[in-house]
């Protein structure tokens, strides 16, 4: 059987956080609004409508290009790609074909197995999002609430060549444009949808396959299981001598499976133009970079900072789920050292959310003192590792402090070893407890585990059970 190489090169739409749509001055926030709401005349391509450039849409697209390692241009150009959908009342989309704002660029993302592929960035272009059908048995029924959303609309090179780095390429896209805030990064509500384009070709062959593009993806899981199918589909086809028909397909996540939509038109079918109503955009090197001078630290500088922690893979990707732990675990760092930090980061790790489609917005904000306060005491063995836990789940969705949890919770560790002392003997003098003494007498260290236990039960569970264990040794 004949192997074949994977080729995938994705196009990402990200939805820009703006107040308003990218030539109309309608709410650019259409999740859980009626339809038809958020609308205004230019978005419905009325006649003598002229549309107005959003200004802060160019700044997100300026920042955008920086998170990607890309050169911004300083002219750039609007043209009209036409072709015909219901949800698109102009009959035309206004995008940038031939002068896009943002030029080559690269991003690296990281692998599960610790090494990196780099995508390299063809390019990027500023475009206004087109409506959304919605498909009943006998008809369809249209919503403009998304028409003229601003997007911006990255277009990879052929690089990656797995599922897997397909997957881990759109989820560092995603980390580097909700950490630039450049989108909200709501994938439920299509804030970023992945176009994958996937041919095979016999490996050493000189040309790419045909290519299949697998329409609005949007998780990370599916983007990796839509290429799996594909990549089978067209190698089957390829073995039985039929041929890969270039068109555009859709992924259904219930049946695992990808099927046919239309076939893929070329850019000459859109007959694109300029646009006559829009001017060019025109940036200095000098506007360029105070536009991105204020942007946030992206998660590389948080996978650096953290490298002496010791912090697993799974651990640091918790982390990064959400800007605002990166920022938390980072600040705790430099406030409380490397050893409190890496306590905290566990913490978070196994105790906050790190669902891809949650909204960043919904994510609560916390500040470092509190959870720098609740290390202490475990340092201190005022707590057990089990009840800090429990006191963290509490700080998580509470305003008292760790002491005043703890206290509540009557979770406070006795340490104190003359109250200790006291229950130890009491417990060494039980009857019930004389077969442990005799076989830790004996060498049998294990039985010290029960005596443990029976201070700690007599104890209601406050004892320090490493302060417990040493009495019982000097006793013994």
Sequence with gaps: ????????????????????????????????????????????????????????????????????????????????????????????????????????????????????????????????DAGKLTHFGDHSRVDLNRAGTPLIEIVSEPDIHSPQEAKAYAAELHKLMTYAGVTHGDLYHGNMRFDVNISVAPEGATELGKRAEVKNLNSFRSVERAAEYEFHRQVALLEKGERVVQETRGWDDATGKTSSQRSKEDAQDYRYMPDPDIPPIVLTDEEIATIQQGMSVLPPYYRDKWKDLGLDRSVIDSLLSNRSYAELIATIQDKAGDAVAKRVAHWFSSGVSTDENASPEEVKEYTADPFIALAAMVDANELSSTAAKEVFNELLVSDRSPREIAEAKNLLQVSDEGAIAAIVDEVLADPASSKAVEDIRSGNDKAIGFLVGQIMKKSQGKANPALAQKLIRERL
């Design 1 to 128: 059987m004949t192997n074949y190489l994977m080729t995938i090169g994705i196009e990402c739409h990200v939805q820009l956080a703006t107040a308003t749509k990218l030539f109309s001055p309608a709410d650019n926030d259409a999740r859980d609004k009626s339809p038809n709401s958020v609308v205004h005349p230019i978005d419905f391509g009325l006649p003598g409508m002229l549309p107005v450039l959003n200004k802060r849409a160019v700044e997100l697209a300026v920042v955008a290009g920086k998170a990607m390692n890309a050169k911004i241009a300083n002219i750039s150009r609007f043209d009209r790609k036409h072709y015909f959908y219901p949800d698109l009342p102009n009959g035309y989309q206004i995008t940038q074909m031939y002068h896009p704002a943002i030029l080559a660029g690269y991003v690296d993302a990281p692998m599960e197995d610790g090494s990196t592929v780099r995508v390299r960035i063809h390019h990027a272009h500023i475009e206004m």
